[in-house]
């Protein structure tokens, strides 16, 4: 479903914010990235949605070249952000409404669409009609999978969604991942957050633009977590609340 | 093969545009119901509907003011002109006199109106402007007054701006444009409702402000109403308009092409005083640098200086040749000389006085073409001002631009050209200076009457030819907006989800 084949991009000082990445996700299957801001993981989430041109490498979504066809790869992946990228003076309810008509799911305003996927999610539903910018960054962050559950996308793309959240609704995000692998997704995420890394099948360590380490889920539960990023990863921030 | 690609892309273009346009629609409904909750937007609209009534309260005043002056001397004209005694063509008879009507248009857009005289005298030696309209403030030329059009073109200018910005630049400082361009839609799309959605709130911010002076206004002055008038104001909304999706247009490229939203507010801004304050101001100043024109007054003082020195030294030479024309008392204007004298004279002073005419008709051409290439430069420099741009087509749309002082002066001028031929180059009493410095004079034909002059009428251009009058800022304005909203969208994809963005 997500292939990236030898993905790179060089900044204008001439630095590699991406070196030779190679990933693959099939459907029903999670990867998570985990690696600071600065090792190129918003880099790759960009070039991932066709924001960011690639210097070489192709990256192909359900077959869709994101380079060539952008808008027709984006129809093909629910992307979930940070609370900030909703609209704060809308409320949680109108920015599902919002976002999914926008990506042309045109039953979005049929009754009971919105609310269960905002249900899926996990959104108490007293935050449903509450503007997004009286509501905590989790419940914000929440209501991107809701959109993402509402869109049925065969891709789902996650990046840092646990940034400033609680553990309960980390808890809520992890059961959602859960479920949309179920469903058969293709789920690539990044995070700087070690634990909610931990409900996806393979992880990775992304430093400096590449991929130095790469384990499965079941591999990584032998050992800590935090004692594989250091062993592997070199230096890796902890505080999930650091991007 | 070609058929079947043809047909293919026929099939395949309303596939795309279609859900294409339908998320047009969605942006534009989400931008306005953003833009109407914006405090803000709101603040700047009311603040420009509340300087709209005021700008129609100080225009209304100030053309009371000249109106109330027109009517005065229209009434000392009238006067004047019941008088019994005829015209001598020898010098400027009040009588002539046209008195300049003040445009009702400057009650919303003042353009040159202040500057332009009061009334013009015509006089033998050519036309003799008279002082300049009185006025609540001084200088209009490059609209320094706060009108309807000023206040377009600063205020909500500035609102048009900024709005553009915050579309681009702030949505991006507030994360918001990252999660807009993860979604499935062409940037052009979201750029293109973006843009509506701006120009529906500035449109809207636009009729609230000109109503509200126009509709000020009218209740004063019911002549506003007229259809040639509110046909002109139509005119001027279409201008108006244009200029501010232009600033729209600009404040977006400006918010694409700069990564923070300080530094695109600070350029922004500094674009905005260039094209609402600089930029017109400028125009002026390079004009009058590259092709400086003495002042009306001046070129009038210099005609009559030498006007009169060859009016005494006609005089002299012709009263020197006939000193039988001595004394007798000076101006005995019963006298008639022997009839081969009186040719004689005649002959001479007609020779004398269609040289001098040719002299005082080349001063007065240097000044008019002068003026002429003055106008046209300030035409072509406004160009590179979409602020000065607007000027121009409002005043021109007002009647209180520069072709309606154009138009004045030309009719004053033709005027003149017929007082020459009936009145001042075939003067009904010669005057001469025979020796001994004494004058002598005759009747040369009985004097003609005010009543027996053409009066003047001066051609108040329809809405028509107002909108012909200012169809070249209009045009440049729509080729302004075309290439402005063109680059919008171009540069558009350029507020890329950069990196900064997905760090939120």
């Known amino acids: 479903m997500i292939e990236i084949r030898r993905l790179s991009k060089r900044n204008r000082d001439g630095t590699l914010a991406l070196d030779d990445i190679s990933i693959s996700v099939r459907a029903g299957e999670s990867h998570c990235l985990v690696g600071s801001a600065e090792s190129g993981r918003p880099t790759l989430i960009g070039v991932c949605l066709s924001a960011i041109r690639p210097t070489s490498g192709e990256v192909l979504i359900a077959g869709v070249d994101v380079v060539r066809r952008p808008v027709q790869a984006r129809r093909l992946v629910a992307f979930a952000g940070s609370h900030a990228s909703l609209y704060g003076s809308l409320t949680i309810r109108q920015n599902v409404e919002f976002f999914t008509r926008l990506a042309g799911v045109h039953n979005a305003a049929a009754p009971g669409v919105v609310e269960n996927g905002l249900r899926w999610a996990g959104v108490p539903e007293r935050h449903f009609d509450v503007t997004l910018r009286n509501v905590g960054s989790g419940t914000a962050v929440l209501a991107w999978f809701a959109i993402a559950s509402v869109r049925d996308t065969p891709v789902v793309i996650l990046a840092d969604p646990t940034r400033g959240v609680s553990p309960r609704t980390r808890l809520a995000m992890q059961d959602c991942v859960a479920d949309l692998r179920a469903q058969g997704k293709a789920i690539l995420a990044t995070t700087t957050d070690l634990a909610f890394a931990s409900a996806f099948d393979r992880i990775g360590v992304f430093h400096a633009g590449r991929i130095v380490a790469e384990r499965s889920s079941a591999e990584v539960m032998n050992q800590s977590l935090a004692q594989f990023a250091l062993e592997l990863g070199g230096q890796l921030p902890l505080d999930p609340n650091h991007s | ?504």
Do not use: C
């Open chain 2, 1 to 504: 093969m070609g058929n079947s690609r043809l047909t293919r892309t026929t099939v395949e273009l309303p596939v795309i545009l279609l859900p294409q346009m339908k998320r047009v629609w969605l942006i534009l409904l989400h931008e306005l119901a953003s833009q109407a909750a914006n405090t803000w937007i709101r603040v700047a609209t009311a603040g420009a509907v509340l300087l709209a009534l005021l700008v129609a309260r100080t225009g209304s005043e100030d053309y009371r003011i000249r109106y109330d002056q027109f009517v005065q001397l229209s009434e000392q004209l009238d006067a004047t002109r019941t008088r019994k005694s005829g015209l001598s063509g020898l010098g400027l008879d009040v009588g002539l006199r046209v008195l300049h009507a003040p445009a009702i248009g400057s009650t919303l857009v003042r353009g040159l109106e202040s500057s332009m005289p009061i009334y013009w005298d015509f006089s033998p030696s050519g036309v003799v402007s008279g002082p300049t309209t009185p006025s609540l403030a001084q200088d209009s030329e490059v609209g320094s007054v706060l009108d309807l059009e000023s206040l377009v073109r600063t205020v909500l200018g500035l609102l048009a701006l900024v709005l553009g910005l915050h579309m681009v630049a702030g949505e991006r400082a507030a994360g918001t444009l990252s999660g807009l361009l993860s979604q499935p839609v062409h940037r052009a799309a979201i750029a293109i409702g973006k843009i509506l959605a701006g120009a529906l709130t500035l449109g809207a911010a636009l009729v609230l402000s000109s109503f509200a002076a126009v509709g000020s206004v009218a209740i004063q002055f019911p002549e506003v109403r007229t259809s040639n008038n509110v046909q002109a104001l139509l005119g001027f909304g279409v201008a108006a308009f244009l200029y501010l999706v232009v600033l729209l247009a600009l404040g977006m490229i400006i918010g694409a092409l700069t990564r923070a939203y300080s530094t695109a507010l600070i350029l922004g801004i500094s674009i905005w005083v260039y094209v609402a304050f600089v930029g017109p101001q400028l125009v002026v100043f390079a004009v009058r640098t590259v092709a400086p024109v003495a002042s009306a007054h001046q070129q009038e003082l210099e005609r009559q200086k030498v006007f009169d020195a060859r009016l005494r030294n006609a005089q002299v030479s012709i009263g020197q040749r006939f000193p039988e024309l001595g004394g007798r008392e000076a101006l005995a204007l019963d006298y008639v000389p022997k009839s081969n004298v009186r040719e004689e004279i005649e002959r001479l002073w007609k020779s004398e006085a269609l040289e001098t005419r040719r002299i005082v008709e080349a001063i007065d051409e240097r000044l008019v073409q002068g003026r002429l290439r003055q106008a046209r430069l300030m035409r072509w420099f406004a160009l590179a001002s979409p602020g000065s741009v607007l000027l121009n087509a409002a005043t021109n749309l007002a009647d209180t631009g520069r072709p309606t002082l154009e138009r004045w002066e030309r009719d004053v001028r033709d005027q003149q050209r017929t007082l020459n031929k009936l009145l001042f180059d075939d003067p009904p009493r010669l005057i001469l200076l025979v020796p001994g410095g004494s004058l002598s004079g005759f009747n040369r034909r009985p004097l003609p009457t005010l009543k027996t002059i053409r009066p003047f009428e001066m051609r108040v251009p329809d809405s028509l030819r107002r909108v012909r009058d200012s169809a070249t800022e209009l045009i440049v304005l729509v080729v302004y907006l075309l290439f402005g909203v063109g680059s919008a969208v171009a540069t558009f994809p350029h507020a890329e989800l950069a990196e900064e963005a997905l760090r939120h």
